[in-house]
């Protein structure tokens, strides 16, 4: 089955589209309450940011984005993964012709969970690292702007990325433990770097202006509403939920694809 048709399917989604309405309720429940965070978890999540600013208006739709993306981290790691492991079997699913089952693909994947998580905060950690030493490396040198750090981080984390794409894929097709999938998705990616930068590079060319807003919630508070933020979020989860299926089926479909030819030349 071509790739198109394998992306096209409703099926291989809904994991993603299960977590985007998670996403969704905790953007609902942070605008529609006045709760605050306890100070134990403002000092892990959003340091120096004192606990009175969520009670404010408009402060608290500031926060937003901040809080809500430094809560997700840990979902990102324990959740995002394992749904991230649906997806790729149920895109490996089309990809094969088989019957594209979700009880299946629990059954199939639930085994991996630990392995996927291993490798996901292994991959997340690296790109961490990494889109930081731009930054680093030009924080003492004089007429580097910052959107000249972020062009540099940006490149840099595409790059890395590129490195570490395959490799949820490779714990739910290949049976690879997490490092060594880590390792594996590394050298597999070595010997295929155009076609990897471009899985990497097209989402986020296409997410980058959702991304460059996001970075300034205050000019979008300022310029259009407070309460505009939230749609904002929405809008801005949704994009990444797509995205982030283009990247994992396309990444699941290549690679397959690629050991098909490995096997039959």
């Known amino acids: 089955m071509s790739a198109a048709r394998c992306l096209s399917h409703v099926k291989p989604a809904i994991p993603l589209l299960m977590y985007f309405i998670l996403k969704l309720c905790m953007i609902i429940a942070y605008s529609a309450t006045q709760w605050i965070p306890p100070r134990w978890l403002l000092d892990i999540i959003a340091n120096g940011i004192a606990a009175e600013q969520f009670a404010r208006y408009p402060d608290r739709m500031i926060l937003m984005p901040l809080f809500l993306t430094r809560i997700e981290i840990p979902l990102e ?4 993964s394992f749904v991230y492991g649906l997806t790729i079997f149920l895109v490996a699913s089309a990809r094969k012709g088989e019957a594209i089952s979700l009880e299946r693909a629990l059954s199939s994947v639930s085994p991996r969970w630990p392995h996927l998580a291993l490798a996901y905060l292994v991959s997340s950690t690296a790109l961490f690292v990494v889109v930081r030493i731009p930054a680093i490396l030009t924080s003492n040198a004089t007429g580097v702007s910052y959107s000249m750090q972020f062009l540099l981080a940006a490149i840099v984390g595409i790059v ?5 794409a395959y490799a949820g894929t490779l714990v739910v097709i290949e049976k690879r433990t997490g490092l060594d ?3 594996s998705s590394a050298f597999f990616a070595g010997h295929h770097l155009v076609e990897s930068l471009l899985l990497v590079a097209i989402p986020f060319v296409v997410s980058l202006p959702v991304l460059l807003l996001s970075l300034n919630p205050s000019a979008i508070a300022s310029q259009l509403s407070p309460d505009f933020l939230v749609i904002w979020q929405i809008a801005a989860e949704a994009i990444d939920m797509v995205m982030g299926y283009f ?3 396309a990444a699941t479909i290549f690679l397959m694809q690629s050991k098909e030819k490995e096997r039959t030349s």
């Open 181 to 183: 999938s880590v390792k």
């Open 247 to 249: 990247l994992v089926g």
């Open 77 to 80: 790691i324990l959740v995002l």
């Open 160 to 164: 890395a990325q590129s490195f570490l």
